[in-house]
C-alpha cells in the first residue's frame, strides 16, 4: 500500500515539475525578443508611453491611450530579449475633482490610479506613501488630448504593503491633513 502511495505521489510531483518546466520554456522561447525595452512595447493602438520603475529583468511603463484609456504593461528580459507583459487599465478621468481618487488598478504587481493633485499633496496606501508620477513632461499633443498637465499617476507596490486584501487610499496635505479617501 506505501509503495502505491509513493508512486502515485511521484507521478504527481513529475507532472508538477514538467508543467512548471513547459511554463518556463514558452516564457523565455515563445515569441519574439526585443533588444530594448521600448521595442517590446505593443504598438496595436494609440499610446502615450510614460517610463516607470526600472530593475535588470523588468521595465514598467505607464501609458495612456486612444484619447480614453490609462494603465501599465511591464516588459520583461527573457533568454531571447524583452517581451512585453500582459496590459491593466481603466477607463482615464474625464474630470475628477482636486486632490481625490475616484478609481485604483491593479496587476498583482501594484496598485495605481490617477490623481488630479493640487498643492503639495501625499498618496497613502494602508499607510504606505505611494510614489507620484508626473504627466506634464509629455509631448503637447497628448497633454491637451488627455488633460494631463493637470494630473499624475501614483502607486504602490503590493510587496510594500502588509495587508493586500482591503486598501484605505487616502490623499494628505504637507500637513498630514486627510483631504479625501477611498475605500477598496
Keep these: 500500500m506505501n509503495n502505491r502511495i509513493a508512486r502515485i505521489l511521484s507521478i504527481a510531483l513529475l507532472?508538477?515539475?514538467?508543467?512548471?518546466?513547459?511554463?518556463q520554456y514558452s516564457i523565455h522561447f515563445f515569441g519574439a525578443g526585443y533588444d530594448t525595452p521600448a521595442e517590446a512595447l505593443p504598438k496595436d493602438r494609440d499610446y502615450v508611453?510614460?517610463?516607470g520603475p526600472i530593475n535588470k529583468k523588468e521595465h514598467r511603463y505607464f501609458f495612456l491611450a486612444d484619447g480614453k484609456y490609462?494603465?501599465?504593461?511591464?516588459?520583461?528580459?527573457?533568454?531571447?530579449?524583452?517581451?512585453?507583459g500582459e496590459i491593466v487599465q481603466g477607463k482615464w478621468p474625464e474630470a475628477i475633482k482636486e486632490n481625490e481618487i475616484s478609481a485604483a488598478y491593479?496587476?498583482?504587481?501594484?496598485?495605481?490610479?490617477?490623481?488630479?493633485?493640487r498643492g503639495n499633496i501625499l498618496v497613502e496606501i494602508n499607510g504606505t506613501n505611494a510614489e507620484?508620477?508626473?504627466?506634464?513632461?509629455?509631448?503637447?499633443?497628448?497633454?491637451?488630448?488627455?488633460?494631463a498637465n493637470e494630473y499624475s499617476i501614483w502607486y504602490v507596490e503590493l510587496k510594500q504593503l502588509e495587508t493586500r486584501e482591503h486598501f484605505d487610499i487616502k490623499v494628505k496635505n504637507e500637513k498630514g491633513k486627510i483631504i479625501s479617501e477611498l475605500s477598496i
Excluded: C, H, R
Excluded at 15 to 23: M, W
Excluded at 70 to 84: A, C, I, M, N
Excluded at 132 to 147: C, F, G, H, R, S
Design 49 to 51: 508611453w510614460i517610463d
Design 70 to 84: 490609462y494603465g501599465t504593461v511591464v516588459v520583461k528580459k527573457t533568454w531571447k530579449g524583452w517581451k512585453e
Design 106 to 117: 491593479s496587476d498583482e504587481k501594484i496598485l495605481f490610479g490617477a490623481i488630479k493633485g
Design 132 to 147: 507620484i508620477v508626473e504627466l506634464n513632461d509629455m509631448p503637447k499633443i497628448a497633454t491637451d488630448l488627455y488633460q
Design 15 to 23: 507532472f508538477i515539475i514538467a508543467g512548471f518546466l513547459y511554463q
